[in-house]
């Protein structure tokens, strides 16, 4: 398995939040007539613009060179780049025909969170600016605990 540079790996982080972005704008344009949905999604692809953001400007931070231990962590990080979760048939957000409910989009978001915080986790266990990513760690954690909330106020 071919591994990452430091530089491409925060690449991918800029292009989760893309997708996570692109996922959120979508639900909330699919699900447009029930208010309080389109309100949640539209605030969270809001935060994803502002992540996408925070990763750009880490990713110039950080440069190129190779933090100690790149090579694992590397490979990890690819392999779940590679997963069907992140990148699907079509190698962007996978296919999102199975999204029919209110209940199938939040539970879809829900793992897509808990996956994009795995790959942030591993980011800052190997790079030294450990505060920016905390940052995003801290509002991706908010994002499921807001998405559980939602789950529950409409499942009972």
Do not use: C
């Not at 199975?98 to 986790?121: C, Q």
Request: charged share 35%; proline share 1%.
């Amino acid at each position: 398995m071919e591994k990452f540079s430091i530089s491409e790996a925060i690449e991918q982080a800029v292009q989760t939040e893309r997708l996570g972005y692109q996922f959120y704008s979508s639900m909330a344009k699919k699900f447009e007539k029930n208010e309080s949905f389109k309100k949640l999604f539209d605030t969270l692809a809001q935060k994803e613009l502002r992540h996408e953001k925070t990763f750009s400007e880490l990713k110039e931070i950080t440069g190129d060179e190779e933090p100690e231990g790149w090579g694992d962590v590397s490979q990890y990080l690819r392999a779940i780049v590679e997963s069907e979760f992140f990148l699907g048939k079509n190698k962007s957000l996978p296919s999102l025909e199975h999204v029919e409910s209110i209940g199938d989009a939040v539970n879809f978001a829900m793992g897509f969170e808990r996956e994009t915080l795995l790959y942030f986790h591993e980011i800052r266990n190997i790079i030294k600016e450990k505060d920016i990513v905390d940052e995003i760690i801290n509002e991706e954690k908010s994002h499921i605990m807001w998405l559980s909330r939602f789950k529950g106020s409409f499942t009972g």
